[in-house]
């Protein structure tokens, strides 16, 4: 499907969405009024330039328009490798873009993403599942990590990590695993302005709660230590 498919799906009152060097910045119309709509699109691998662009129209919005609901549209490879990139702190520029969606929830920026075809490694980490809710379409492609790569950086045998992605979703790639980690929120049939609708009023209502991604894994039955881990480490900060 193509990004003017998506977008004429998400935002059927109109868009002025525009794309430059695979980032995509504009406003969109909802029924909750105007919503910023930022992203990346055929796959991007995010260099310094597209990180800084994300991050300077997060910025942009903060400053011009409070309040206002943003909506991630995430299709990326992943970060951009090359020598030079990792030359330049490209760690930095991400980090930096992280920084700013951070900034944009503690500013009062409701925000959701929503993978639309691609959702890989640092460029999905730093950006859209930053947001307070991700989402992502059934034929999404969503990982961190392809297992060979994970096998070298493990040391543990490819043929084993195959093994445990059969029963474990924490190894295993795919849109249906992170939902069962709680990383993804719903799985989308297709692009849809009802179900953006109904996602942008969770997101304004939910926005001052806390993060409930790792008691949606646990209750997923997806991520089993990771709730409770966080609470004793609460527990012992708090003396409890």
């Known amino acids: 499907m193509s990004l003017n498919d998506i977008l004429d799906a ?4 109109g868009h002025t ?9 504009g406003q969109a119309q909802t029924a909750q009024g105007t919503v910023a709509v930022l992203g990346t699109t055929d796959a991007a691998a995010i260099d310094h330039a597209m990180a800084l662009a994300l991050a300077g ?3 942009d919005t903060i400053e011009q328009h409070p309040d206002r609901p943003l909506v991630f549209l995430v299709d990326t490879s992943g970060q951009a490798l090359s ?6 702190c490209l760690n930095g520029s991400l980090a930096h873009l992280a920084a700013c969606v951070d900034l944009a929830r503690r500013q009062g920026h409701p925000s959701l993403s929503l993978v639309t075809a691609n959702a890989v490694s ?7 599942l930053m947001a307070d809710q991700a989402y992502a379409l059934a034929d999404a492609q969503v990982r961190v990590m392809d297992l060979r790569a994970m096998a070298r950086v493990t040391k543990i045998a490819h ?3 195959v093994e445990l992605a059969a029963s474990s979703p924490i190894f295993a790639p795919g849109a249906e695993s992170y939902r069962r980690m709680g990383g993804i929120e719903a799985i989308w049939p297709a692009p849809s302005a009802a179900l953006l609708e109904a996602a942008l009023t969770a997101a304004c209502q939910s926005a001052s709660a806390s993060d409930q991604r790792m008691a949606s894994g646990l ?3 997806g991520r089993q230590l990771a709730a409770g881990i966080a609470q004793a480490v609460d527990n012992a900060v708090i003396g409890a």
């Open 57 to 59: 129209f997060i910025l």
């Open 159 to 161: 043929e084993r990590l």
């Open 83 to 88: 020598r030079s990139q990792e030359l330049l």
């Open 17 to 25: 969405v525009a794309v430059a060097n695979q980032v995509i910045t």
């Open 10 to 13: 998400l935002f059927p009152a």
């Open 219 to 221: 209750a997923r039955d």
């Open 122 to 128: 640092g460029g999905f980490l730093s950006f859209g």
